[in-house]
């Protein structure tokens, strides 16, 4: 009999393996689990080199897996650029820009944020002209909650190309005043320029690629996927693979489609970076596409119109106006990257891109036939009644962001924009699971949540409410499930999007020993207790990779 490496015992362990749902112990070999049971089950896999770490009578459950967030990209944000918070006043971000002016050598850039829509009319101005004021030596660059929206400056929009005749972007908004000037306002594709111009360098990324996952670690993440990943993402975590620095079960959708980052990438470079820069721990059989943008800037596709805003009239709504890929654009590409061996994440919103990106799983099975692909509609944010089914029928993953959707600093500008029967649409967990959807769950860090935080994310999805107490209400609280349904999101149904189904997030024989270590019990804790969970230790293959 194999002897263990390292036998942890002395807890209450939840394995989430049906023929052994609880033990006090698990004995470790080369990273992999030989055993849970009771400490006297065990005893025969201990021998003479086995080294015994008492668990203290702590709580251990298996890691968890992010499925949505930009890891590269938050710990960017969070080490290099202005970071006001999502609930700051209009002051505060002034402060921050002028801050950083007196810091760095003029002509540098200061890129950040975030802010809301609502704070526009503090500004008194024009987004441009405030900047202008602010930080008038600087290319300024901020971006709302949602990243999908950008404030510039006169020396942004000079860094990046712009000029007051520059000419619309496909895709992208423009804002200009009365008189044809830029005001600095620009959404989705047109942001593309903008990012481009912001570049961080390799020893920055090197930096930020490590602070990601000493950060993921430490909140009980044992694996994650990166949504919309381009070379210089994948080059970075190939980087820290090949040099013994990743310690996450990694996967990465290469981006095929992104507005916000340049737009259509040709089907040779997609498989040329997936060949070049997969790995063991980085899988690479992922796409992205986007099909739709953001509620409040009006660039998210619903059936239904918006409220009536100035400069949008609702009884002219086009459902499809606002798509970024035309419905038989994105089938075509759909088809083709199934064809090549790609599951596809499909940002969809409103519940019309929702439905076209179902169109398009749909057009690439009746093309390729059962691929056995799993494609991803992420976000999934407003299902209409017609499409819950289609999910199971059609074997597709409805991916969820509920710290993006519970009530918090951004509420105010869906409800501004949106009814009150679209709202009561709003994240249907509780319906797509009873609609028989595999659902997983994604923080979208830092685009649009604070933090990548798991235990918030859980704790809104048990009753629908900030855990913090620092937003008040309930968004659709008949859509609230129990916690056994909620850990899978994290847990099982993750590790089967990530390709590893019964190899990581579950502690049984054969699997890989991802688990983490709490002071308490989960299952007996109320909501807001599990929202300020602080994990203790993160073991991934065997190994501590986190520990207060």
Known sequence: MQKADTVFEGGTILTLDPACPIADAIAVAEGRILACGTRHDLEPFVGPGTRRISLGGRFVMPGLIESHTHALWGACRDLFHIYVGYSASTKQLADAVQKRAGEIAKGDWISGGPWRYEMREDLGTTPRAWLDTLAPHHPVALFDTSQHSVWCNSAALTRA????????IEGGLIERDHQGKLTGFMAEAALSPIRASIVETPAQLRQACDYALRYLNSLGYTGFKEPSASE???ATYAKACDDGRWTLHGAAHINAFSPLAGGLVPMNDINRMRESYARDDLAL???KLFIDGVAPAHTASFLDPYQPAEGYDPSAHDPDETLLMSPAALNDKVTELDHHGYVVKMHAVGDNAIRKGLDAIEAARRA???SGLRHEIAHSAFVSDADLPRFAQLDAIAEVSPKLWMP?????????VLSSEQLSRLHRIRDLIAAGAEVIFGTDWPASAPDADPWTGLAGMLNRQDASGTYAGAMNPDQAIPLDQALTLFTSNAARAIGLAGQTSILTTGAWADFIILSKDIRGLFPEQIANMKV??????GQTVFAL
């Open 368 to 370: 390729n036939g059962p």
């Open 161 to 168: 190309g712009f000029t007051d005749d520059s000419p619309p």
């Open 536 to 541: 203790q230790e993160t073991v991934w293959k």
């Open 408 to 416: 918090n600093a951004a509420t105010p500008s869906q409800r501004g």
């Open 232 to 234: 210089t993402i994948l």
């Open 285 to 287: 059989n992922y796409a």
